[in-house]
């Protein structure tokens, strides 16, 4: 392979894994517990 290609495949790579942390950042957090039907108190878990 050529060292253009193999520099375009690395910043490629490089994009989609700071693309994947960038999301992985900004997602929603799940909410820990068991969604709320036991009867505890959310904080609690």
Known sequence: ???AVQSFI???LVALAATW???RAFAKK???GC???CGCPSGAL
């Open 30 to 32: 799940k909410h820990p």
């Open 10 to 12: 690395a910043l490629a």
């Open 21 to 23: 942390l960038v999301l």
């Open 35 to 37: 969604g709320g039907d």
């Open 1 to 3: 392979m050529s060292p």
